[in-house]
Nanobody, 123 residues
Framework: QVQLVESGGGLVQAGGSLRLSCAASGRTFSNNIMGWFRQAPGKEREFVAA???????YYTDSVKGRFTVSRDNAKNTVYLQMNSLKPEDTAVYYC?????????????????WGQGTQVTVSS
């Protein structure tokens, strides 16, 4: 019943910035946690960042200080501002939603997923 659509990916030079958006539609009332994951070819999907309905955030160590996750509850939209991008950030980025109030970092606990948006960082 919940649909997630990511946008904002693209190709940028190392050191550049991108802002990803994830628009949620459908029955979103019980989906309190919004997360961002990424997956590079041949690698496992990994947690990037997440935010609760109230605005509490958590980041994986590799993006701390560079990425910022935020949300606009009125618009049912979550954002991922990515600064100081590195080639190792290249991946397909996915938006995901989970029920509850505790931020989860394991992909299997998330109930809904977007289609993904490609982020490519050149050197």
């Amino acid at each position: 019943q919940v649909q997630l659509v990511e946008s904002g990916g693209g190709l940028v030079q190392a050191g550049g910035s991108l802002r990803l958006s994830c628009a949620a539609s459908g029955r979103t009332f019980s989906n309190n946690i919004m997360g961002w994951f990424r997956q590079a070819p041949g690698k496992e999907r990994e947690f990037v960042a997440a935010i609760s309905w109230s605005g509490r955030t958590y980041y994986t160590d590799s993006v701390k200080g560079r990425f910022t996750v935020s949300r606009d509850n009125a618009k049912n939209t979550v954002y991922l501002q990515m600064n100081s991008l590195k080639p190792e950030d290249t991946a397909v980025y996915y938006c995901a939603a989970a029920e509850g109030f505790i931020i989860r970092i394991v992909p299997t606990v998330y109930d809904y997923w977007g289609q993904g948006t490609q982020v490519t960082v050149s050197s």
